[in-house]
């Protein structure tokens, strides 16, 4: 079945920038999306790339590489409110999500 | 704005009891699903639904079932609640077509004791 890989959790600073990457293994898929869940809280649609390359919205952007089955989200600027779990997840006739990233933001 | 509600937030049931999960939309979305949500395994696929009283198995089905009976409501049956099912319950909805992502809702937290 789908895969999706992404590290478990990653520590960063107040103000600096942060990558969190996602692997996958299944191909011919729709887009790669990512959501956003704060602890207790629902999770929240961030970015959506359908094809190769960046998309930015604000702070945040998302890359996608069909070619070596990679995506990242990058968060710039952290502020501590960006503490918080994000998925990746692909998408076709529905959406899989992989198991999140732990974002913890020192001050 | 888009609104999914869950009927409950908190629930307690006791084994062997039948538990409804209920799931309301308000914008017209064909497509809606369930996900539950444990610590270390993210969120998993249960059931969704193209269209009203259609369904399709997700990729933990057993023991749920679902319903969907109109084009807002998406309900989740647990025919026989186990331990094993304690867990967050999370509904969601999306439009066909061009992706605006799901909309989840708050959350069903159930405890099955």
């Known amino acids: 079945g789908q895969s999706l890989e992404q590290p478990s959790e990653v520590t960063a600073v107040e103000g600096a920038i942060v990558q969190i990457n996602c692997t996958y293994q299944?191909?011919?898929?729709?887009?790669l999306s990512w959501y956003q869940q704060h602890d207790g809280g629902a999770p929240t649609f961030l970015s959506y790339?359908?094809?190769?390359g960046l998309e930015e919205t604000g702070r945040f952007s998302s890359f996608l590489s069909r070619s070596d089955s990679y995506g990242y989200l990058l968060l710039q600027e952290l502020q501590m409110k960006d503490s918080a779990s994000y998925f990746c997840?692909?998408?076709?006739?529905?959406?899989?999500f992989g198991k999140g990233t732990r974002l913890h933001i020192l001050p | 704005d888009v609104k999914v509600t869950q009927s409950s937030r908190y629930l307690v049931k006791r084994t062997g009891e039948k538990v409804f999960l209920e799931c309301v939309q308000d914008?017209?979305?064909?497509?809606m699903f369930w996900y539950r949500q444990d610590p270390g395994l993210g969120l998993r696929l249960i059931y969704f639904?193209?269209?009203?009283?259609?369904?399709e198995k997700g990729d933990i089905p057993e023991g749920y079932s679902v319903s969907r009976e109109k084009k807002e409501r998406f309900s989740l049956i647990l025919e026989s609640a186990s331990t094993n099912q304690t867990s967050m319950y999370l509904c969601?909805?999306?439009?066909?077509?061009?992706?605006?992502?799901?909309?989840f809702g708050s959350g069903t937290r159930l405890t099955v004791v």
């Open positions: 997840a692909q998408e076709d006739d529905k959406i899989i």
């Open positions: 969601a909805s999306t439009p066909t077509g061009a992706n605006y992502g799901y909309t």
């Open positions: 639904s193209y269209d009203v009283k259609m369904k």
């Open positions: 299944t191909s011919g898929f729709y887009g």
């Open positions: 914008m017209d979305h064909e497509n």
């Open positions: 790339n359908a094809l190769d």
